[in-house]
Nanobody, 116 residues
Framework: QVQLVESGGGLVKPGGSLRLSCAAS????????MSWYRQAPGKERELVAS????????NYADSVKGRCTISRDNAKNTVYLQMNSLKPEDTAVYYC?????????WGQGTQVTVSS
């Protein structure tokens, strides 16, 4: 079955950087779009970035454009989210997601807290 395991979250000061990773298994990773979402307390889950199977198409939310970079390593079955110039409003649980057979598959999430 599809398994997605996020890591790399933590506490960082405003202006800092983090690199999130999502290790995937249980499906042909190199054939699937992958996305990063986030959910802040009291808010709906929102899309942060998406990347196509080959990495040739990438999309970012306006709120992170210019500060985040999504990438993938199909040899390692891993998708990454590099986040720079972090702001307190980036505080959230970050999830990776893929859609297989019409079903959304989510990881357990990794907490990112931006605070001085």
């Amino acid at each position: 079955q599809v398994q997605l395991v996020e890591s790399g979250g933590g506490l960082v000061k405003p202006g800092g950087s983090l690199r999130l990773s999502c290790a995937a298994s249980g499906f042909p990773f190199s054939s699937y779009y992958m996305s990063w979402y986030r959910q802040a307390p009291g808010k709906e889950r929102e899309l942060v970035a998406s990347i196509s199977a080959t990495g040739g198409w990438i999309n970012y939310a306006d709120s992170v454009k210019g500060r985040c970079t999504i990438s993938r390593d199909n040899a390692k079955n891993t998708v990454y989210l590099q986040m720079n110039s972090l702001k307190p409003e980036d505080t959230a649980v970050y999830y990776c997601k893929t859609i297989r057979s019409g079903k959304d598959n989510w990881g357990q999430g990794t907490q990112v807290t931006v605070s001085s």
